[in-house]
């Protein structure tokens, strides 16, 4: 199994980034996704998720308004769409993929990093004042 995570760089305040996970060696569809980023001496926190169907999504408080998770199961793909960056969402950021072994597991679980069964490498996000 491997997330491959990329579209990450150095912006402004106020830019936009599209980041990319795409998925393999498992079967995608079974699966719900969930964003977390980690920033310098601070514990990994989640961002955003979205379950198998991509019609269930949620959001950490901060990033909401701003950010939009989408999937594209065709080319088992999961994109977070980041507008209006703020400094303080520089950080190193990790897709994760978990299975939903039922339909009420994303709510309750998206969001906890113990709960996933596989992570990507990361990739950075910059964002300068």
């Known amino acids: 199994v491997q997330l491959q995570a990329s579209g990450g760089g150095l912006v402004q305040a106020g830019d936009s980034l599209r980041l990319s996970c795409v998925v393999s060696g498992l079967t995608f569809i079974n699966y719900y996704v969930g964003w977390f980023r980690q920033a310098p001496g601070k514990e990994r926190e989640s961002v955003a998720g979205i379950n198998w169907g991509g019609y269930s999504t949620d959001y950490t408080d901060s990033v909401k308004g701003r950010f939009t998770i989408s999937r594209d199961n065709a080319k088992n793909t999961v994109h977070l769409q980041m507008n209006s960056l703020k400094p303080e969402d520089t950080a190193v950021y990790y897709c994760?993929?978990?299975?939903?072994?039922?339909?009420?597991?994303?709510?309750?679980?998206?969001?906890?990093?113990?709960?996933?069964?596989?992570w990507g490498q990361g990739t950075q996000v910059t964002v300068s004042s």
């Open positions: 994760a993929a978990d299975r939903a072994e039922h339909p009420s597991k994303f709510a309750s679980s998206w969001a906890k990093i113990e709960e996933y069964d596989y």
